[in-house]
């Protein structure tokens, strides 16, 4: 239900600037794992009350025009050529008008993908093309199937704009879409613990030990399809600094790496004449043939990109998408030792020191497109430059390339305890990165181990510990969230993430988002992980309708954070539940007042709790939502409708939705498990 109100809100806004909204992936794509083979054994009713219900919203509220299917097969067949989903669901319940496109590559037929609902096939003309149109001329293709197809397609192009004459796209204005970034990132950052030490009061601060891998790298997206380059980003790191205008002092270490990612190689360590950084090479093709297109200074080697190449001026002649870079210089070694040389980087690397060729996975069938983290040990001498020179060839697509290396007798944990013993309060950043939270990869647990432990450690020497985590999805926490004084789910905030973070500790922007996921106390939780990378390549659904929320609150498991979560800096009191129903669902009243000391806003949130009736069913359920602002002391009267639809379960016995008939719970709070309104109406 949530996400798909949030998606035909968003939908659309996107279609409202003449352009064609894609809904991806249709539907039950919920591992990367075997992606393209695995089979999704699903029931019914799960399909129907858990995995379609976006879609449909998207589809019936926001109006999509397109839909994407996805790469694994549901209940043995392809998504791409699965009749049920595209035809029975989507083009016939959910009275689809727009057109079906494949993933990249997850057309596998012809005739069956065509008569079962698939209209475009993506990216190239494998399965349909010349074959589509021999299966038309044989006969094996009605052309009603290929008229439906070009309809939608036409239906499409008119209703967004296409075929309108062509305007002038208007300026762009910058300051106006930053200032809309920074609105965006901070209203939707959650405050999981705060024991008032937030919002941070500047007058009483002298110092702030930033520590973090993701302190000082902005964390602007995830990986993969989700990669968007910004224009400009800020980083935590660079935000905090304009504190020391105040009088602040703002202190620095990275403290850990992310758990099997790296931290880069900082420009004062890398030379090329007279200025920081290496000169880049770059070629519009995988084997450093002719001129480079681009010769560049890069102040360091930390990059992800996605389907774009690194540079537009690439893109000219290159048929392939891919690129080889030779980046050369010197390094200037902090100390002397044996240092370890890290290339964390799909396709093939050569790494040559002081000439000597050190590392060599140039070959050709080491070219791949899964990143891996390849190591060298050289001898360096504190503050010799030493000549270096890096080859990479990439893999088509998405690309990732970070260079790191560990100083000899450097030890970041030592060093960020050391620092935070002296602030007076420590702003710890980290959580999770692109290179985890990316296409083609599953995060195989929840755990973040070199954090965390550094998270108890500065918790030792300052209790004045606030922890941020830069994610897409939950972390573990219970092994340290008892012993820090505040913590704050980010998310990936975009280009202007460190003034958003910034504006949300120092209250300029009281937080006020929510939780759109439960966080498990452990993976042990986690029922949908039963089955994660079965042998025979199914994967079972054997939860059904009890996922994530619905599982916890009807086991009686206590989340690490419910779902819904998040606090604020003021208080919020709920009142007055009024319930009336009709033919045509309940209309839900109460009363919301700001009863603390600042202005602010909540998400109210009405649960359902439905009669069992000898049917399964959760012990309640998201059922409507809306964001409300309030200045202190003040109320409002808040109304919210459901729809009878949104009462029903769908019953695979008789291939419909029905309704149970008794007394419905209504509840009403700012979480799942922060109720503070209880009615009964009958239905």
Same mark, same amino acid.
């Not at 075929?163 to 204005?173: G, I, L, N, T």
């Not at 729809?643 to 029905?658: A, E, H, I, T, V």
């Given at each position: 239900?949530l ?17 064609i ?5 249709? #539907? ?5 794992w ?19 219900p976006?879609?449909r ?9 397109c839909?994407?299917a ?24 959910m ?6 496109? =494949? ?6 037929s012809?005739v ?48 967004s ?13 910058w ?15 959650v ?10 009061r ?22 993969? &399809? ?34 099997? $990612? ?30 480079p ?11 992800? +990109? =996605?389907?774009e ?14 690129? =080889? ?36 996975s +140039?070959?050709?069938?080491? /070219? ?8 060298? /040990?050289?001898?360096?001498e ?15 697509g ?5 260079f ?33 939270e #990316? ?15 550094? *998270? ?24 340290? *969230? ?5 913590a704050?789910?980010? +998310? ?7 003034n ?11 937080? &006020?988002?929510?939780?759109?996921? =439960? ?29 994530g ?13 419910p ?6 800096y ?9 319930i009336?129903g ?30 069992? $009736?000898?049917?399964? /069913? ?9 964001? *409300? ?6 109320k ?26 008794g007394?419905?719970? *209504? ?17």
């Open positions: 239900f996400a798909g109100e949030i998606a035909a809100a968003f939908i659309k806004g996107v279609q409202s600037r003449k352009a909204a894609c809904v991806k992936h249709y #539907t039950a794509n919920n591992q990367e075997e992606r393209t083979r695995v089979d999704v054994i699903v029931s019914e009713r799960a399909l129907q009350e858990i995995y379609t976006a879609f919203a998207a589809v019936q509220k926001g109006g999509a025009l839909v994407m996805a790469y694994n097969k549901v209940n043995g067949e392809y998504c791409s050529e699965n009749k049920h989903l595209l035809l029975d669901l989507l083009k016939g319940e009275h689809f008008k727009g057109f079906v496109v =494949s993933d990249w590559g997850a057309t596998h012809t069956k993908a065509a008569l079962s609902g698939l209209d475009i096939e993506m990216p190239y003309g494998v399965h349909f093309g010349k074959k589509l149109l021999e299966a038309v001329k044989e006969g094996k293709v009605p052309e009603k199937v290929i008229d439906d197809k070009v309809r939608r397609i036409l239906y499409a192009m008119f209703v704009g296409l075929f309108d004459e062509k305007e002038s796209p208007p300026a762009v204005d300051k106006k879409h930053a200032l809309l970034a920074r609105k965006v990132a901070s209203e939707s950052m405050l999981l613990k705060n024991n008032g030490i937030l919002p941070f500047l007058d009483k601060i002298h110092s702030i030990a930033l520590i973090g891998p993701n302190a000082k790298y902005p964390m602007t997206g995830g990986g993969g &399809s989700a990669m968007v380059t910004p224009p400009y980003s800020v980083s935590p790191l660079e935000a905090f600094k304009k504190l020391e205008k105040t009088g602040i002092k703002v202190f620095y270490v990275p403290g850990t790496e992310i758990y099997g $990612d790296v931290l880069p190689v900082e420009s004062k360590y890398l030379k090329y004449k007279d200025r920081s950084g290496l000169l880049g090479e770059y070629y519009n093709n995988p084997d450093l043939q002719g001129e297109i681009l010769k560049r200074l890069d102040q360091m080697l930390y990059f992800h +990109w =996605s389907y190449l690194p540079d537009p001026r690439l893109e000219k002649g290159n048929q392939h998408h891919r690129v =080889s870079i030779r980046w050369k210089g010197f390094l200037l070694p902090p100390a002397t030792g044996t240092y370890t040389l890290k290339f964390l980087c799909d396709g093939g690397v050569r790494v040559y020191v002081d000439k000597k060729l050190v590392l060599n +140039w070959d050709e069938n080491n /070219r791949k497109r899964r990143v891996i983290l390849r190591k060298a /040990r050289v001898e360096l504190a503050g010799k430059k030493t000549p270096i020179k890096i080859e990479y060839s990439s893999y088509p998405i690309s990732e390339f970070k790191a290396w560990e100083v000899p007798g450097e030890n970041l944990q030592d060093e960020a305890v050391k620092l935070a013993k002296k602030a007076d309060v420590v702003v710890f950043i980290g959580g999770l990165s692109p290179h985890f #990316t296409e083609s990869h599953d995060r195989e647990t929840m755990d973040i181990p070199n954090q965390s432990r550094l *998270i108890k450690r500065l918790s030792k020497v300052n209790p004045n510990l606030v922890v941020v985590l830069i994610s897409g999805s939950p972390v573990t926490v219970s092994d340290w *969230i008892n012993r820090v004084a505040a704050v789910e980010a +998310w990936y905030p975009g280009q202007e993430e460190g958003a973070l910034l504006d949300v500790l120092t209250g300029k922007v009281n937080p &006020s988002g929510k939780l759109p996921f =439960s966080w498990y106390a452990s993976g042990k939780d986690c029922p949908g992980l039963k089955g994660y990378k079965s042998q025979d390549l199914k994967a079972r659904y054997q939860e059904g309708i009890f996922v929320y619905r599982y916890l609150v009807t086991k009686g498991i206590k989340p690490a954070f779902f819904g979560h998040g606090l604020s003021t208080r919020f009191e709920y009142s007055d539940l009024e009336k009709n033919s045509k669902g309940l209309m839900v009243k109460f009363t919301v007042k700001n009863s603390g000391s600042l202005p602010g806003k909540e998400v109210a949130q009405v649960y359902v709790s439905a009669p069992r $009736d000898g049917v399964p /069913r959760p012990a309640m359920e998201l059922k409507a939502f809306k964001k *409300i602002s309030l200045e202190p002391g003040h409002t009267r808040v109304s919210l409708f459901i729809p009878m639809r949104s009462l029903m379960y769908f019953d695979p016995r008789k291939g419909q939705w029905s309704l149970t008939h007394t419905y719970t *209504i509840l009403v709070g700012s979480s799942s498990e922060d109720i503070r309104l209880k009615g009964t109406v009958n239905i």
